[in-house]
């Protein structure tokens, strides 16, 4: 722990690598770490066991939070390890998409 009491990023790793990935990433969101760091260590934790992966609903508040910051849609999906087209439904679901509200405001009017 560092001296505010919290664990830091580099601790959470250090744990996973020697006795695995399980229950990691949950402590770090249960201390109410950001999206974006959230994300970080995920990377981390695929990395150190192939086989892990965020459960969907995990993966689903990290779409969420992240797609209402206004993050590009790749750095999300690298965060969340999903596709970019996930990504995109996820942003079209939310009504955040402004390129996606554009296009269909352009193909809903009528010609005259």
């Not at 770090?28 to 994300?39: I, K, Q, S, T």
């Not at 459960?55 to 689903?60: F, G, K, L, N, V």
Request: proline share 4%.
């Amino acid at each position: 722990m560092n001296a505010a009491g919290a664990i830091t990023m580099r601790q959470f790793i250090r744990n996973a690598e020697l006795y695995g990935t399980e229950g990691v990433y949950e402590v770090a969101e249960a201390e109410r770490w950001g999206y974006e760091d959230l994300g970080k260590l995920a990377m981390q934790l695929r990395r150190i066991d192939s086989k892990w992966r965020l459960s969907a609903p995990q993966r689903q508040r990290m779409i969420g939070e992240l797609v209402a910051s206004d993050m590009p849609v790749a750095k999300i999906a690298r965060l969340a390890g999903v596709s970019r087209t996930t990504v995109w439904k996820a942003r079209r679901d939310a009504g955040s998409d402004v390129h996606f509200q554009q296009s269909r405001q352009i193909g809903s009017t009528p010609c005259p």
